[in-house]
């Protein structure tokens, strides 16, 4: 069966293209993608209309199949917040074609096992492409190095102690050496856990007001910049995960101006709220890093209007009502985040700091070129993973309808504009949301 | 006029014209706890419950006499009797005395937002009784009821609050609540016990003790949280009480007719010398006796009547 996409507004970074275009789908590839003429169909398709499933979607926007390279996916060990199948039906409702999932996991993804188990697993379910992200170190435990190489060869695409930073900076060096000699990189969830211990939120004004202790930015900001040394040191690949506070942006904004191999990403509730979302003790909006300041906002959406920060990641974290309705020091930090994520980074779109291109850039291409897999691209030959946005459907946040088993959203209630309309991936849709 | 609140969570929410309407009922229920028989009736039928989650021994007992005065029914629940112990959660807790139909539920939580987390989860009226290093709002209404009866008015006076405000609940309450009265306010210790941008709550930071209470119409010494000092916070009780202890020279630096408050329970020698506690400025034991009156108001006020 031949799928034709017709009529939308392509729109592909990796092929520098914003046009109006028809896109081919044979065998699961992308087998041609031409300029929409608007004219009657040709006589050869004609004769093969009956084989050829043609979707009409002007008005659409058209783009590489989007990539969430942060999320946790919580199986094995925390099937109660999230399972691959029901993070993989999240994943393709918001829009994601692929998803890179954290190893906090129990067992942690440290071994060959774990992870070529959340690959078959993932596969059986059969909705997104899920990509396994493996630990630096055994347990996550901070003190000796997974066996990176044999990771690697069982599909880990990356390594990162997400959840707990890499405190031993010996530790941190040999991992930023021995991922770059194999083309990878370590995501650092970078932060000072001497600085941050014992706070449930941002340091400031409203801490101070909630008498909650804080996590200020200079526990994110010194682990930033320790890293960028070592990087600088090692000529490594680093890559930042979730920033969250004005210095990591300029500290990333330098160390890219001087060269380095450092990327970046940052993830929607981080452009979208600040600590002041949490006057009344939402649980909800209680996620490490905390959320910040208006300042720390406005330079995160600088870094990524000038490049500083390559991704936007979800970080989509679901959590049990068991793990939020409870006290809020006693809370599990955490936003869930997949199915929101499209629609608040349009947001940018709207506001004028990122053009459609740049923000597929961000949730495409970029991600797939950081995580070194063959996708966020539409060209002829290369795999069918295709998303297809309605920008214009106005549509409200209901934490009851989404498919994630995290309910755990600030954004409950909130109108949103634009949605994943249609999710293919491998030449087969697997969400749709059309008439 | 009414207190229109369910709850009473914090000072922050009440209005000025609010903490008048309590501190003007709380006088006048001063009286009844001076009577030979110290009960009236009205809240007959009408049940309490204090849910005290962290120790405390002046505060419960003072809502438990009010509640007792006014002639309700009062139940003390404490943590370690509470089915906590075998892993309830607070909402569990919660919806379990709900289905009782108490009135009122007293609560006093280690953590911020235990009470706000709790009104919204029930129907009953919720007294902040102090939740973490957040809000103690019985507290400042008691001192500043205090305040008002010994100055004759809040507004326009200096007052100097002592000590570990970072984690002081009774600070946060007694800021918001004296700079909506209209006094200045003062907050004064260690630079590691002063929050990140307190002086965007209305108040003037110092570092030092002598200063700090120059020229003030009030000292209010905060209680050096012993706890807080195996977490390093803090050098030692030696070098705080050398600089920071209330005593007969340094209370000179204030104005001749000031006031030493105590929110209670003090640590003699450590925040505030025993000549200065129990000396002639101190109206420590006045809040005590105060605190009985305000809970009673509000008590009266949140569950009295026709709601």
Redesign the interface.
């Known amino acids: 069966m031949k799928l034709l996409l017709a009529g939308g507004r392509v729109i592909d970074p990796s092929q520098n293209l914003d046009a109006h275009m028809d896109i081919l789908i044979e065998n699961g590839k992308i087998a041609e993608i031409e300029k929409n003429t608007h004219k009657p169909k040709t006589d050869s398709r004609k004769s093969a209309a009956r084989e050829i499933n043609i979707i009409d979607i002007k008005g659409m926007v058209v783009v590489p199949g989007l990539i969430d390279m942060h999320t946790h996916l919580r199986e094995p060990g925390f099937e109660y917040r999230e399972t691959i199948q029901t993070g993989s039906e999240a994943g393709a409702a918001g829009g994601f074609t692929s998803v890179a999932c954290m190893p906090n996991t129990n067992p942690v993804n440290d071994t060959r096992s774990v992870t070529e188990y959340i690959k078959r697993k993932a596969a059986s379910c059969n909705l997104v492409n899920v990509y396994p992200i493996a630990s630096v170190s055994m347990g996550s435990e901070g003190v000796s190095l997974t066996e990176f190489m044999d990771l690697k060869d069982a599909g880990a695409m990356a390594f990162s102690d997400d959840g707990k930073p890499v405190t031993n900076s010996a530790l941190m060096r040999r991992a930023l050496e021995y991922a770059s000699s194999l083309g990878m990189s370590i995501i650092s969830h970078c932060e000072d856990t001497c600085l941050s211990q014992g706070g449930s939120m941002n340091?400031?004004?409203v801490?101070?007001?909630?008498?909650?202790?804080?996590i200020?930015n200079i526990a994110e900001d010194a682990i930033v910049a320790r890293d960028i040394i070592i990087a600088d040191y090692t000529g490594a690949l680093l890559h930042i995960a979730h920033v969250s506070t004005a210095g990591a942006v300029r500290l990333i904004r330098d160390a890219k101006d001087r060269g380095l191999r450092v990327t970046a990403e940052t993830a929607p509730h981080y452009f979208t709220l600040t600590d002041e979302a949490l006057r009344?003790?939402d649980t909800c909006a209680k996620v490490n890093p905390p959320l910040r300041t208006i300042e720390d906002v406005k330079a995160v959406k600088e870094g990524l209007r000038d490049g500083t920060i390559d991704v936007i990641a979800s970080d989509h974290a679901p959590h049990a009502s068991?793990d939020k309705?409870?006290?809020?020091?006693?809370a599990s930090f955490g936003i869930t985040g997949l199915e929101t994520s499209l629609a608040l980074s349009l947001r940018l779109v709207d506001d004028g700091i990122l053009t459609l291109g740049q923000l597929i850039l961000r949730m495409s291409t970029n991600p797939a070129r950081i995580l070194n897999i063959p996708k966020g691209t539409l060209k002829t030959g290369g795999d069918a993973d295709i998303t297809v946005i309605d920008p214009n459907r106005n549509w409200t946040v209901d934490r009851n309808k989404l498919r994630s088993k995290g309910k755990n959203t600030p954004f409950h209630g909130q109108a949103m504009k634009g949605k994943a309309i249609m999710t293919i991936m491998g030449g087969e849709i697997k969400y749709r949301d059309m008439p | 006029m009414k207190l229109t609140k369910k709850d009473i969570l914090g000072i922050k929410d009440l209005s000025v014209d609010e903490i008048n309407l309590i501190l003007d009922t709380a006088d006048s229920f001063i009286e009844v706890s001076t009577r030979e028989i110290k009960k009236v009736p009205t809240l007959r039928g009408k049940t309490v419950v204090n849910l005290f989650f962290e120790a405390s021994t002046r505060t419960r007992t003072s809502f438990e006499i009010a509640g007792k005065r006014l002639s309700a029914d009062t139940i003390n629940i404490s943590a370690t009797t509470s089915s906590v112990v075998k892993g309830e959660t607070l909402i569990d807790t919660a919806r379990n005395l709900e289905a009782m139909n108490p009135d009122a539920i007293v609560i006093r939580h280690s953590a911020a937002g235990a009470p706000h987390m709790l009104a919204r989860m029930v129907k009953q009226s919720i007294i902040n009784a102090g939740d973490g290093a957040h809000e103690h709002p019985t507290q400042a209404l008691l001192d500043m009821m205090t305040i008002r009866e010994k100055k004759r008015k809040v507004s326009g006076l200096k007052v100097a609050i002592v000590g570990d405000i970072a984690h002081s609940r009774v600070a946060r309450s007694n800021i918001y609540g004296l700079t909506k009265m209209g006094a200045h306010v003062i907050v004064a210790g260690p630079a590691m016990m002063i929050p990140r941008d307190v002086e965007r709550m209305g108040v003037t930071v110092h570092n030092n003790l002598e200063e700090a209470i120059k020229d003030v119409d009030i000292i209010m010494m905060l209680r050096i949280q012993l706890e807080r000092q195996q977490q390093k916070i803090f050098p030692s009780l030696r070098e705080y009480s050398n600089f920071f202890c209330l005593n007969r020279h340094n209370i000179k630096m204030a104005k001749e007719d000031v006031l030493v408050m105590h929110p209670g329970p003090i640590n003699r020698g450590i925040e505030i010398a025993p000549d200065i506690a129990d000396g002639p400025y101190s109206i420590i034991l006045d809040q005590v006796t105060n605190g009985v009156a305000v809970r009673m108001a509000l008590l009266y006020l949140l569950i009295g009547g026709q709601r």
């Open positions: 340091e400031g004004f801490s101070t007001e909630l008498g909650l202790q804080g200020p009344e003790f068991t309705e409870v006290e809020f020091e006693y």
